[in-house]
């Protein structure tokens, strides 16, 4: 059980949202390990947003359309955040300079890295004790999360406005006994931040006016 | 330099601003010394200011100083001298302004005031009539005016002593400078060790990346011997030898404010400037113009103190990647997405030009979208008879979209939209002015985007995801 070990050691693992920490082995983000979201969205942001509360360091490789409001509302601080919008033909370089520095490395690969070089990153991770968070495919990666089903809510046929969106993820990992899990959540709720949603309620298509009283209850 | 005492006049100084090349207007004195894009803008500048003095202080991008003693009387007076460098520089295709006086404080205040020349020896009357506000320290021009010392006048008719006791240190030096005097007393001899640090490249350093680095090492080595010595230097003096044997130097403003890593970058930027035949082969920082440490501490590089680890990675790949490639959002006020941050280069001071804590009627409420598009795709949104969907002047929509491509890519069905919402931007300004009306649109497979239609055309600005 090397997840509990590192829990214990405490400074091992990177605070998650609340909502996300039943997704992740140890309810938070390793240091020296590599997490995936399947492609860049909100759910990438998510993932910062715990450990940036903190007080993390973070550097955002490859993201040029990063919507910083949508992440100021995630809880992600911006004066914590550096961008490197266009990392160039070197990436491997830039992103291996940022782990030796930032506590999280948030990266969206130009190009589908090789086996070697993916290898090497994960080494640099394991060596200055930070994460690396890979919007896109990473074979090899400790924890990936996926969103498998959304809904939105509040928006019609011609009426109302995009409020809240209930979303499906589902996370797997590598390793001896790592179950699959899975979770609905607000991503995002009606004032940006993500939380936890109950499971699947009333089917999509309802009234503006149920909507409404639905977002309240989820509080 | 002239030996001098505590009480002489300080030395005839000219100070040359170039309005358009400065940050934001204020007090140049001990202004927040960040750097920015602009000292490489300045830099042609400061090459044409060199044909006149070699000894030019770069004091902050847009303003530097050159002792005017020597150039004013070979150029025939300090007068003929001013009016020179004026044209010379509007030659040049920049504006620009010029003072000289006794000191650089009141020398800058010539330059933006006028005259262009106080004469020797007039600088105490010249600034006497100054409302102390010009000093740029906020408590003390705050506290000042309420015990009814309004100018700088009146200020100077202080005991000195008195002041200083009464003010702790700012005041001590506020006095200084209303009296037209140095703000600190220099120390009239270097003391005999070397304070310098310098580093030789074998072989050159064909790029300037590893001189960089190496001139924050060495920034620090410099730091930790003025420290050691309780000494501060005013202005640090930036020696680059190429290979060829050309010698770049050049002087930047100190005052005991600057990290080894606000040292590196002006060393970048002298770097930026020019070019350096054959490679680099040593970097020197030499303290100049010694002055005893009072104490002064500064937060540097925005509102959060930055780690030294997480600037030395920072810095590390804007080595690799330049300067403007490596950024820190800053939040602006706006109301299409993209207007909503602004992207300052790390180790840049950032000010948003639209302040985000206004209220910014028509922005889009909360959820935001995660992806902003930096710049707009082109989208196409039509009605479930293939026709393209249009928007009346009066907000009247032709018929509900029920298909969207963006960017010439594949057709979805759209299961649920919202709109029009209208946004008439800046219609004071021919320039920006635009028209748009707004929708929130979700495609079959969940993802919702926000769409605008302008002048007839589809463009997709964020999406939700």
């Keep these: 059980m090397r997840h509990r070990d590192d829990v214990l050691a405490g400074e091992g693992l990177l605070p998650v949202l609340p909502a996300l920490q039943a997704l992740l082995p140890g309810g938070g983000l390793h240091r020296g390990s590599v997490v995936t979201s399947e492609d860049w969205g909100l759910l990438s942001l998510a993932l910062l947003a715990g450990a940036v509360a903190d007080g993390a360091w973070c550097a955002v490789v490859g993201v040029p359309m990063i919507g910083m409001r949508a ?74 999360l996926l969103v498998t089903d959304v809904e939105w809510t509040g928006i019609g046929a011609g009426y109302g406005r995009l409020r809240a969106r209930r979303a499906h993820v589902s996370a797997s990992g590598r390793g001896a006994g790592e179950r699959p899990r899975s979770a609905w959540l607000w991503l995002p709720g009606p004032d940006g931040a993500i939380t936890l949603a109950a499971d699947r309620a009333v089917a999509a298509g309802h009234p503006a006016g149920l909507e409404a009283g639905r977002l309240a209850s989820s509080g | 330099m002239t030996r001098r005492g505590p009480g002489a006049a300080p030395p005839r100084v000219l100070v040359l601003r170039c309005p ?34 070699p000894h030019v202080e770069v004091l902050r991008p847009g303003i530097c100083a050159i002792p005017a003693r020597g150039p004013a009387r070979y150029f025939g007076g300090e007068a003929k001298l001013a009016a020179g460098l004026d044209a010379a520089i509007r030659q040049g295709g920049f504006s620009c302004q010029v003072g000289v006086a006794d000191g650089l404080f009141a020398a800058g205040l010539a330059a933006r005031t006028g005259p262009e020349v106080v004469p ?11 409302g102390v506000g010009v000093l740029g320290m906020p408590e003390l021009c705050e506290l000042l005016p309420r015990l009814g010392i309004e100018t700088l006048g009146q200020l100077a008719e202080l005991p000195p002593a008195e002041a200083a006791s009464r003010f702790g240190p700012p005041g001590k030096l506020a006095c200084r400078l209303a009296r037209g005097l140095d703000p600190r007393p220099l120390i009239p001899r270097p003391p005999a060790a070397d304070l310098s640090a310098a580093m030789e490249f074998d072989p050159p350093a064909e790029q300037s990346e590893p001189v960089v680095f190496t001139a924050k090492t060495l920034a620090g080595q410099m730091h930790d011997r003025l420290a050691a010595a309780g000494l501060t230097c005013v202005r640090v003096r930036v020696d680059v030898r190429c290979a060829d044997g050309t010698e770049i130097s050049r002087l930047w403003r100190h005052d005991g404010l600057l990290s080894a890593l606000a040292v590196a970058e002006r060393v970048r930027w002298q770097l930026d400037g ?34 030294d680890r997480v600037a030395r990675a920072a810095i590390r790949v804007q080595a690799m990647l330049g300067h403007e490639r490596v950024v820190r959002p800053v939040q602006a006020g706006g109301r299409r997405p993209a207007e909503q941050v602004q992207l300052v280069p790390f180790g840049d001071a950032g000010t948003p030009q639209r302040p985000a804590n206004r209220p910014w009627p028509g922005q889009i409420p909360a959820p935001a979208p995660a992806t902003v598009y930096p710049a707009p795709r082109p989208a196409s949104v039509t009605d479930s008879s293939g026709a393209a969907v249009s928007v009346s002047g009066r907000a009247g929509l032709s018929a509900a979209p029920a298909l969207l491509a963006v960017d010439g890519g594949p057709v979805s069905p759209v299961t649920a939209w919202a709109g029009p919402w209208p946004v008439t931007q800046r219609w004071w300004d021919p320039q920006q002015a635009c028209r748009q009306a707004r929708f929130q649109l979700v495609t079959g497979d969940g993802t919702a985007w926000l769409a605008v239609l302008q002048d007839g055309r589809w463009l997709i600005e964020a999406r939700y995801d």
């Design chain 2, 120 to 130: 020797p020896g007039q600088t105490p009357e010249f600034l006497s009539r100054f």
């Design chain 2, 20 to 53: 358009d090349l400065l940050g934001e207007p204020g007090p140049e004195y001990q202004q927040d010394q960040e750097g920015s894009a602009a000292a490489r803008a300045f830099e042609p500048v400061v090459a044409i200011v060199e044909r006149f003095c």
């Design chain 2, 274 to 307: 020019r070019d350096s035949p054959g490679g680099i082969t040593l970097l020197r920082l030499v303290p100049d113009q010694l002055a005893r440490a009072t104490g002064r501490q500064l937060a540097l590089w925005g509102d959060a103190v930055v780690s």
């Design chain 1, 71 to 144: 992440a100021a509302e995630a809880g992600v601080d911006s004066d914590r955040v550096l961008l490197v919008a266009e990392p160039g033909p070197r990436w491997p370089q830039v992103v291996a300079s940022l782990l030796d520095g930032f506590d999280i490395v948030l990266l969206r690969p130009p190009d589908q890295p090789s086996a070697s070089l993916r290898r090497k990153l994960e080494a640099a991770a394991r060596r200055y004790g930070s994460v690396l968070v890979v919007a896109g495919d990473w074979p090899g990666a400790q924890s990936r």
